[in-house]
């Protein structure tokens, strides 16, 4: 039985298998799972997360009670449920991944979409039993009284099924996404929109990035649920939820140490290689709806355009790493993003100048090596909770220029350092680029220091220690 439990549909690994049934084993990618690696292995600290794939359900299935670590995995404590595929296919994917997500990154084309019918009922039907899942295992695996924090717009109904399992326990929630204002919460039809409030509400605290993201959930369930609203605290059907705001950062000290490694100096050496001594305008992606990439190159084209006497001596590097190619609006997505890069190129490309170097496949040293180069670091989301490149880039560039879109939720920490644009004003974007590439080297060198010392905060470490703390009882 564990005190600490952590509840996130993506866990600390992930495993592929081979066609002759061989497991190999992996760490988990993105924000989320770097967040939380802090506590996996710690004792008394069980992380309770989903199969994801084929390769995820095979390792399961061999391992007593879910339960990896007793497989032999050196996971840390990890149990993973296998959830039936087709329940999960549709809790994941077209509820959190497109309905939950695209509402709070406002990514409908509204004149088409959400369409709520029959089908979309059957889906929510599984969401909940997916919750449930979630919700009976960390009932099983918690001592009285222990800590829980369940993670992220997957698990939004864990929490108030959790309390009413075991009232004994301390249950926290968080967002890692924005949150939408109430007038377009309410594109969700109204009894799946008051669950997910309620679900949240189940928690003793629920923990957001930024404060406009707290407000805005505090707003919805003012809004939908007539909840009872002081200061931070919301009380709803007899139970106080309080909330927190905590805004993660970097650990610099292991990012630094990492983009040291040799890969990433081979990787700096062939990047010169292609670009010479131009400058360098970076931006670090999944390819991912509410990233923005289309406008990005946009405003790199007008760029151009309005400034013939950069021609040939600046590039611009734009890694989109694939993302959700499940679901056909990120296919349809990256094709868009090709289709604009192959433009700029055709309009652009001489002899010996290539404009814009796009790569699509993940390479992680390979970043590394590109923000080390950046002069210039665009990060121009519609809508992003956070924003983790928007505070890595200044870490490890100190000449680093960051052009950073007022809609993430960095631009709270990092606004007064950055030139902050409009993500739909493509002139303006591209009015920025150009500031950002003749700003002076003093003043894009303290601009730089200050950006790493606000991105450097709250370590993943301390994020997590904050979380911990806030669900200590308070009498
Ligand atoms: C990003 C978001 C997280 C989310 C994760 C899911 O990192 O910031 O809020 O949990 O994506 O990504 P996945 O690849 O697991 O669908």
């Not at 695996?141 to 997957?154: K, L, S, T």
């Not at 360098?280 to 991912?288: A, F």
């Not at 490309?349 to 665009?378: C, F, G, H, K, Q």
Request: negative net charge; hydrophobic residues 45%.
């Amino acid at each position: 039985m564990n005190s600490v439990l952590v509840a996130s549909n993506r866990g600390p690994v992930s495993f592929t298998v081979s066609d002759d049934g061989v497991l190999t084993m992996k760490r988990g990618g993105g924000g989320l799972v770097s967040g939380l690696s802090g506590v996996a292995g710690d004792d008394g600290v069980l992380w309770v997360c989903a199969a994801l794939s084929d390769g995820d359900r095979g390792a399961v299935r061999q391992a007593p009670g879910g339960r990896l670590d007793h497989a032999g995995y050196a996971t840390g404590a990890v149990r993973m449920l296998d959830i039936p595929p087709a329940t999960f296919h549709r809790a994941y994917n077209a509820v959190a991944n497109s309905t939950l997500w695209f509402v709070n990154h406002l990514l409908y084309d509204i004149p088409n979409a959400p369409l709520f019918g029959t089908r979309f009922r059957r889906e929510w039907d599984s969401y909940r039993d997916y919750n449930g899942a979630f919700a009976l295992a960390l009932a099983e695996e918690a001592v009285h009284g222990a800590r829980v924090m369940v993670q992220d717009y997957h698990l939004t109904l864990t929490p108030a099924m959790l309390r009413a399992e075991r009232p004994d326990l301390r249950i926290a929630h968080f967002s890692h996404t924005p949150w939408a204002p109430p007038e377009y919460f309410s594109l969700l039809p109204d009894e799946v929109g008051r669950e997910v409030l309620e679900g949240i509400l189940g928690a003793d605290h629920a923990g957001f990035l930024t404060e406009r993201w707290a407000r805005a959930f505090i707003d919805c369930c003012a809004a939908l649920l007539k909840a009872d609203i002081s200061g931070n605290q919301v009380t709803y059907d007899g139970h106080t939820t309080r909330i927190g705001v905590h805004s993660l950062g970097v650990d610099g000290d292991a990012l630094t140490a990492r983009a040291g490694e040799p890969d990433v100096e081979s990787h700096m050496t062939a990047l010169r290689d292609q670009v010479g001594d131009r400058k360098l305008i970076v931006r670090i992606d999944r390819t991912e709806l509410s990233k923005n990439i289309v406008r990005g190159l946009a405003a790199y084209r007008e760029f151009l355009a309005a400034h013939p006497e950069w021609h040939g001596r600046v590039v611009h590097l734009a890694f989109a790493y694939p993302s959700r190619h499940d679901l056909p609006e990120y296919r349809e997505y990256t094709a868009a993003v090709l289709r604009c890069a192959k433009e700029i190129e055709d309009e652009y490309a001489t002899e010996d100048w290539d404009p814009l170097i796009l790569n699509v496949d993940d390479d992680y040293p390979r970043s590394l090596a590109a923000y080390r180069m950046a002069d210039v670091l665009l990060v121009n989301p519609i809508r992003d909770g956070m924003n983790l490149v928007a505070k890595e880039g200044p870490i490890l560039s100190p000449h680093c220029a960051l052009v950073l879109s007022r809609e993430a939720g960095a631009a709270a920490e990092l606004g007064a350092d950055a030139l902050v644009v409009n993500p739909y004003d493509v002139c303006e974007t591209a009015d920025a680029l150009h500031a950002a590439l003749v700003m002076p080297d003093d003043e894009r060198r303290s601009r730089a220091a200050r950006l790493a010392a606000a991105a450097t905060a709250l370590p993943p470490q301390q994020w997590l220690a904050a979380q911990l703390d806030a669900l200590r009882p308070t009498s």
